[in-house]
């Protein structure tokens, strides 16, 4: 018949449907009665409908669950939007606040930091490292050049504005000849300043002599040949594009790694430039006011706020480097190093009167770390502890006592020279009590030779590679004596805040309040009206320019004052986490959220019943040699943990 050839097609059915439809097929065609045909048609197409109306009634029921689903989205996204727009009318006027602030030290965040050379030491692209950079609270992007800077004239021979003029006439697709012109050009420039020392211009474009990297031209001071330790502005040439993230982040780089190589500097300098507009980045490295307790030196503890002054003429960026530059805190520091030091490896420690470098001498060739004073303070220092390490200086003295080379009226030299002390660089238990050990020995030779070492923290321990035992990976070695007293001798405390006695803690805080209560007696006080403790106030001998309130009482110290730094040292160690966002500085500052934490902690050991027994052994100990034994029960414990 012919309605046979209105059967739907098989595609898109079930397998039971389609196979029935090839059935009936077969079954109308050998139909012979209407009535019969009818129904074998009728029959095919329920099944055909059956099929499609289950396949609408769950997509109807997919639809309705996706509508569910949006509205329940566009109820969290209200909610979402909602709080975001609370977070908003907070952050903005504290945004604010932060963008009209002009004082650095008004815009130093104390707890924000940013690491050291960042896209070296990461994944992270130097794009990422600049756009994180400029998001930070630290930051202050997209200014424009200070107006004294723009218009005001030099009284100089040779003028920002004909150096740049001179400048742009180079292109700096022409290639390397352009790198030598542009230095020349720079050299007479920045060469006028001379405060400072000679100045040079060198081409470093094909040198990775900065930490691995090669600036394209350097600005230094008294050194004419490449010396990361002098230099004192890097540049930066690009053809065009100048003022991408990339760009800015690769001067990011530059920065970092100068700070790195260059501590106890406060102000680094770097531009961008095309020779015809230029931008300039500046990082100013923090440093907290009348820190005479040594905390940690390491770049990444450190605050730094970064400036970066957009896209203007070159003549105008020329300006304000030069006027920069004209700082002393902009400027390399120089280093009073011997003859007989060696070649300059690594600055360590830059201090007011005092660097800590690594050098190598030709004739040992090895390396090792020399000490020397920038002034007289510093030479008074060096000479008392060249005087205290000659005297641990014994052919049984311990590996963890470093060796005095040699000893000049304002240097001296040590060995070995190792790393920093940090607990990832331990693969094992074994090895880590091992070091820790290490300086069980030397604070009882230090002990034993009757003086407090009063500066046990990791700053002051380093590790050295041990080739000639196979049980251990590491020796641990106790450095800078310079904080060291005593025994018994009566003394202000001048060690790390961190090592500070809890005694000495306790003393400020009663002294403090005797204070508070004797201005409260004082007639025609109001008792009722709050006052602030003064602790300069407090009466006691003291030399009259002293401010610091550690340095306004006197203690005798005790060897058990090393071993309780100790305890916090393997407290640090073990625990980071107890001393982040820690201002140390603020330790000797009563009622200071640092006093108190560091008080707290110690209470809290000493209820411990793990620390209890080793904090009550610490309290108890002598300088009687039992110290090593005692603590290897303590530290196979501990260590543990």
């Known amino acids: 018949m012919q309605c046979t050839r209105q059967i739907p097609a098989m595609r898109s059915l079930p397998p039971e449907t389609a196979s029935r439809l090839i059935t009936a097929k077969s079954l109308l065609r050998q139909a012979t009665t209407e009535p019969l045909h009818d129904m074998i048609l009728k029959n095919l197409v329920n099944e055909v409908q059956h099929h499609y109306n289950s396949f609408i009634t769950s997509l109807q029921s997919q639809v309705i669950q996706l509508q569910t689903q949006n509205a329940h989205l566009s109820n969290e996204a209200a909610k979402v939007q909602a709080i975001y727009a609370t977070c908003n009318s907070t952050l903005n ?54 107006t004294q800077h723009s218009t005001g004239t030099t009284p100089l021979l040779h003028t920002a504005d004909q150096i740049a003029a001179s400048l742009a006439l180079l292109s700096p697709a022409h290639g390397a000849n352009n790198y030598a012109q542009a230095t020349t050009i720079l050299e007479t420039f920045f060469g006028q300043q ?48 100048l003022s991408t993230s990339a760009n800015k982040g690769q001067i990011l780089d530059y920065l970092y790694s100068l700070a790195s190589c260059q501590p106890g500097r406060r102000t680094f300098l770097g531009i961008l430039t095309d020779f015809k507009s230029a931008e300039l980045i500046k990082i100013v490295v923090g440093m907290a006011k009348t820190r005479r307790r040594r905390i940690s030196d390491h770049l990444a503890d450190t605050t730094i706020l970064v400036t970066h002054y957009r896209s203007q003429p ?62 007289a303070q510093g030479a008074l220092d060096i000479s008392r502890e060249a005087e205290l390490l000659a005297s641990l200086q014994h052919s049984r003295k311990p590996w963890s006592i470093p060796s005095l080379l040699y000893s000049l009226p304002s240097e001296f030299a040590i060995q070995p020279v190792g790393r920093a002390f940090r607990l990832e660089e331990f693969r094992n238990t074994r090895d880590l009590r091992a070091a820790l050990r290490d300086i069980v020995y030397a604070l ?55 090592c500070c006695p809890e005694e000495l803690l306790q003393k400020l805080r009663s002294n403090a309040q005797s204070h508070l209560n004797q201005n409260n007696d004082t007639p025609g006080a109001d008792p009722g009206t709050p006052m602030s403790i003064s602790l300069e106030a407090i009466v006691e001998p003291v030399h009259p320019a002293s401010q610091a309130p550690l340095d306004l009482i006197t203690y005798e110290p005790h060897p058990k004052h090393d071993f309780l730094a100790f305890v916090i040292l393997l407290n640090q160690l073990l625990f980071p986490f107890t001393f982040q966002r820690y201002a140390y500085h603020l330790i000797e500052k009563v009622n200071t959220k640092e006093q108190r934490r560091l008080l707290d902690l110690w209470s809290s050991l000493k209820g411990s019943k793990v620390w209890g027994p080793i904090v009550q052994w610490a309290e108890g100990v002598e300088a009687d040699g039992r110290a090593t034994r005692d603590w290897d029960v303590w530290l196979e414990m501990v260590v543990l943990l």
């Not at 630290?138 to 424009?144: D, G, I, V």
């Not at 691995?212 to 690009?238: E, G």
């Not at 902009?330 to 030091?341: E, G, M, T, W, Y």
């Open 314 to 375: 070159l003549s105008d960026i020329l300006k304000l480097a030069y006027a920069e530059l004209a700082a002393p805190e902009a400027n390399p520091r120089k280093l009073s190093l011997s003859s007989q030091s060696g070649t300059l490896v690594k600055v360590l420690q830059l201090s007011p009167h005092t660097v800590v470098a690594v050098v190598r001498t030709p004739t040992r060739a090895t390396n090792s770390v020399v000490k020397a004073a920038l002034d």
């Open 194 to 241: 001379t405060t400072f020392g000679p100045t040079y211009g060198l081409d470093t474009h094909s040198h990775r002599f900065l930490d691995d990297l090669s600036p394209d031209i350097c600005i230094q001071r008294s050194a004419s040949s490449m010396d990361k330790f002098n230099v004192a502005l890097v540049l930066d040439i690009k053809n065009s594009h």
């Open 93 to 146: 006027p504290l945004q604010n606040i932060v963008t009209e602030l002009t004082s650095i030290t008004e815009t130093f965040h104390e707890y924000a930091q940013l690491p050291s050379n960042p896209a070296l030491k990461s994944t992270r692209t130097r794009a990422q490292v600049w756009t994180e950079a400029e998001s930070h609270p630290n930051t202050r992007a997209n200014l424009e050049v200070p």
């Open 444 to 498: 009882e030779w230090v002990h034993k030779h009757n003086l407090v070492h009063r500066d046990v923290r990791t700053d002051n321990l380093v590790l050295v590679h041990d080739h000639t035992d196979s049980a251990r990976s590491f020796h641990a070695v106790l450095i800078d004596f310079d904080r060291s007293a005593t025994i018994g001798q009566t003394t202000t405390y001048e060690g790390g805040y961190i």
